[in-house]
C-alpha cells in the first residue's frame, strides 16, 4: 500500500483544532452540558482531539450513518446506529469528518432537529465546497479542501488509511 501525498500536515492539524476547540469553547460558554455527537466513523481521531481541548462541560456520544459502503461511489444515507443519549432540551454540536455533496449533514441535522434539542449547530474537519448540493449549514469547518478523495486522521479508502496522522491524497480509481 502506498503512502499518500501529504495535503494537510500533522501540525497544520493540531493548530486548526486548537482553533476549533477555542471558537466552541467561547460558543457554550454559559452552557451547563453540551452533548458532542460524533459520525462514525471517520470523525473519531477529530473528535476525539477536539473534545479533549474543549473547555466546556461536555458529554460524547456517536451514531453512525453509511453512504459510500466498500466504493468510493456515494448513495443514500441510511442511519445504521442511533445515539444513546436523548437530545431533547440539549445543546448538540454535531461532528463529522467531512462535508462533500452535504447530503448526509442535511439527512442528521433534519433527523437531530425533529427531536427537539436546544440548539444545534455543526462541524466538520474538511470541507469541499465545490461539491456541496445542499445547502446544509456548518458554523465550524476545519479546512476547505479541493475536490480530491482524502484519507487519514480518521478518514478512509475501503478501510485502509483512516489511522495516519495527516490528511493525505489518494487517487479516486
Known amino acids: ?11 497544520l492539524i493540531r493548530k486548526r483544532v486548537e482553533e476549533l476547540a477555542w471558537m466552541i469553547s467561547e460558543e457554550y460558554k454559559g452552557v451547563d452540558n453540551l452533548l458532542v455527537l460524533g459520525v462514525l466513523r471517520g470523525c473519531y481521531m477529530f473528535m476525539a482531539d477536539l473534545t479533549r481541548m474543549l473547555t466546556v462541560p461536555r458529554q460524547v456520544d456517536f451514531l ?4 459510500y459502503g466498500d466504493t468510493t ?3 443514500p444515507v441510511r442511519l445504521i446506529m ?3 443519549k436523548d437530545v431533547t432540551g440539549k445543546h448538540v454540536l454535531l461532528v ?3 462535508i462533500d455533496t452535504g ?3 442535511q439527512y442528521l441535522t433534519e433527523t437531530l432537529k425533529a427531536r427537539n434539542p436546544a440548539s444545534l449547530k455543526t462541524c466538520v474537519f474538511l470541507r469541499k465546497e465545490e461539491r456541496l448540493e445542499t445547502d446544509a449549514k ?3 469547518i476545519g479546512f476547505d479542501i479541493p475536490d480530491v478523495w482524502v484519507v487519514g486522521y ?3 479508502r475501503g478501510d485502509d488509511y483512516r489511522a495516519l496522522p495527516y490528511i493525505g491524497e489518494v487517487s479516486g480509481d
Open 73 to 75: 461511489a456515494a448513495g
Open 82 to 84: 442511533d445515539t444513546r
Open 154 to 156: 480518521g478518514l478512509d
Open 96 to 98: 463529522d469528518d467531512i
Open 1 to 11: 500500500m502506498e503512502m499518500p501525498e501529504v495535503l494537510i500536515s500533522e501540525g
Open 103 to 105: 447530503t448526509t449533514l
Open 138 to 140: 456548518v458554523d465550524f
Open 64 to 67: 453512525a450513518v453509511s453512504s
